[in-house]
């Protein structure tokens, strides 16, 4: 069969290498000169370093995109932990750690929670409180949890204000690019229980250790290729035909077509709608994709004359700072010339409207309050990176379409299908793979 794929993201190669590992014949169409989507690399002018538009991190629990990376033969090229452990430092530079022990599952986390510094005792007991009501929640409760917000959840189980902010938006806000009123209930939770109720290691944590068009992008473009078919750049999609409740043709640039047995869409729901006709639109799960709202992401690379971090990654509380990557130590550089940090700014809020200089200028104090070393070390240089449309809002209510569409020949693939799992690359593969066992199985 012939296989159109538009959007070269993660979920179109996932879809375009199965399809192609399948026998089927796979072109992927990709708007900009590189592939990857949202998850590239490029070499910084000044250094030659590679950078990537932001950084990535799974968890041991994302076990599509870990077999995906096996299946590419580059999971050795990222940097795994066997269980969580996770410094946070406080505003003030008070280090304390999250860690996974090895007491049974539903104890493994009790150590850390009693050692930890960043929360007074009635905080860690609202904590417990609300992680008990999630382990025993009733079946019949579970419906709601789509069309509340987390945060209305937190409040119904005797959380405080103080405990949402310090600890529930510490571990959602990088999760799901969003603070916990804005996340719907069941996406929330989905983390939590995916990371800390199936298994002990689920929540360790794996950073690519090689920039991300390397870990991943380039190695599945080869492996399409091998396979015989093919990803064209500046190949941007601009009119989905449609005839007879399937698709007839891809309209490119230049009125140049695409005609194949089947088609997927493997882009964001804001870049779909426009491409098809107005009377499709409001059809089925066509008519959702409007519900969904991008939400931005900001990275800011710092490179330091020396080294200002003992450890690869560290997360930080009461600071705009969140999460702070060795760059230098995970790409298993000698630290001793200088050291590359990158800090991970999710949800960021008005800080994403600032200039470079303006966002180093408030986020640098910030990190050099908390890790002393850093006031000390000269910083040699600094960019700032930016994806507006890094993730969608798992807000209450949204409906997340599934592979099939109304169009016969016509499927969805996104990390906004409905995985189950929030904006991840866990969700784009998932999608991809998806979406390419509906093409086989045949349409609506
Ligand atoms: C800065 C940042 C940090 C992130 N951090 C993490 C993280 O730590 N862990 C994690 O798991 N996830 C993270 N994510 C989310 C994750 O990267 C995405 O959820 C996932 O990569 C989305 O993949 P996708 O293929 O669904 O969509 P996309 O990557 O958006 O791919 C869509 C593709 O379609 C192309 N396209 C658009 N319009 C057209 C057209 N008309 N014709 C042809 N092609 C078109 C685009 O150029 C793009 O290449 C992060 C994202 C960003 C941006």
Redesign the pocket.
Known sequence: MKVGI???????LAAGLELADRGHDVEV????PW?????YSFDDDETGDEVD??????MEC?TAYRAFLERLGTLHLTYRQERLRVPVYDEDGRRSELWASNLPLGLHLAPALLRYKHLSWRQKAEIVRAMLALQFMPVHQRWRLEHISFEEWLLERGQSADTIREYWDFLVIPTLNCRAHQASASQALFVLEEGFQKSPSAAALAVPAVGLSKLHVEPAIRAIEERGGKVSMR????RIEVEEGQVAALVLRGDERRTCDAYVS???PW?LAP?LPEEVRSEGPFAGLAEFEPAP?L?LHLWFDRPVADFPFAAFIRSEVQWAFNRSRLGGEAETAGQRLVL?ISAPGELFSLGQEEVCERVLPQLRRALPAASEAELVRYRVTK?PE??FVPAPGLSRPGARTPLRNFFLA??YTDTGWP??????VR?GLAAARAVEAGGA
Do not use: D, K, P
């Open positions: 538009i959007g070269a993201g993660l979920a179109g169409l990709e708007r900009r592939a990857g989507g949202a998850t538009n932001g950084q990535h991190l799974f994302t190949a941007g999609v601009e493997a882009l964001a870049r491409l992401i990275n991970s994806e890094a993730t996104g990390s904006a991840t690359m866990e969700s784009a999608s």
